[in-house]
Structure formats: structure tokens, C-alpha cells
């Protein structure tokens, strides 16, 4: 009866929650990640299990509250891919986008595997079960600064 959950159900009559399937192994992908859609609690939840395979560094993850900084990067992600939230991307110091195909309905994600690439230096794999990444590829010299040297999470 240890570590059951509230209320006290001795006799196993409460049906316990489904885990969620875990997508594509995204363990090998650039980190720090961020994973999108992420406009729900549920979302960074789900994130923030699944990255326990491999453990990447992620931008998602929360419990009760949404940290200042994540919020300000997801916010930032409502046009993704474009100048704009790619900019973001490299400033924040993250390296990869990871989009979950089978949540961006809906959402402002949802057009987001029709936008063009060209001129963002970013590189779009498909990854198995309808998982998209994005990796951003290191600017040249000439554009700025390299990604490395931007701060990232819990950096300023």
C-alpha cells in the first residue's frame, strides 16, 4: 500500500493513470532542446518524463509554476521557423527544436512544417513517430556570435 497516491484505495479500485508513449528517441538530437507545442502545462509535463531517456538538456519542464525564462522562449516560438524566433533560439543558446507533429493542431505550431528554411540555417530532420527536429546550424563569423558563446538557461 506504500506509495499509493491520494485518496487511500486499499482495495486497487481506482484506475491509475496512462502512461503516454514515448516519441522518437531524441537523445541523440543537439541539446539544449526545446520541444514544441508547449503552450500547455500537460505538454511540458510530458517533455520533461520523456527527456529521462538519454537525459538532454531541455528548455521545457515545469510542476506548478512556469519559470520567466521558459515562458519568454515559448512565447517567442509562436512564428516558429522565422527570423525572428530562430534569433531567439541562437540568443538563448538553444541548439535544437524538436516538433511533436501529433499536438500541433491547434496550436500556434500548427503551420509550422509549411514555412520555408531558406536563409534561417536550420536543418529539418524527420525522426520516427511524426517527430520533427530542427537543429540550428552554426552561423559563419561573419554573421556574429557562435551559439556556444550566447547564454542559455540559467545563463545571463
Known amino acids: 500500500i506504500e506509495g499509493r497516491a491520494l485518496p487511500f484505495d486499499p482495495g486497487d479500485r481506482i484506475a491509475q493513470p496512462e502512461v503516454p508513449e514515448a516519441p522518437a528517441d531524441v537523445s541523440g538530437v543537439a541539446a539544449p532542446q526545446l520541444h514544441l507545442p508547449a503552450t500547455l502545462a500537460e505538454d511540458n509535463r510530458r517533455y520533461l518524463l520523456w527527456s529521462t531517456d538519454g537525459f538532454p538538456a531541455i528548455v521545457n519542464g515545469r510542476s506548478s509554476i512556469q519559470p520567466e525564462y521558459t515562458a519568454g522562449v515559448i512565447a517567442a516560438m509562436r512564428s516558429f521557423p522565422d527570423r525572428s524566433s530562430v534569433a531567439t533560439l541562437r540568443r538563448r543558446g538553444i541548439a535544437s527544436v524538436l516538433l511533436h507533429t501529433d499536438r500541433i493542431s491547434g496550436s500556434p505550431q500548427g ?3 509549411g514555412r520555408p528554411l531558406d536563409g534561417l540555417g536550420v536543418e529539418r530532420t524527420r525522426l ?3 517527430v ?5 546550424r552554426q552561423p559563419s563569423s561573419t554573421t556574429g556570435a557562435s551559439a556556444a558563446s550566447a547564454p542559455g538557461p540559467g545563463r545571463r
Open 111 to 113: 503551420p509550422a512544417l
Open 132 to 136: 520533427f527536429a530542427y537543429e540550428l
Open 128 to 130: 520516427d513517430g511524426g
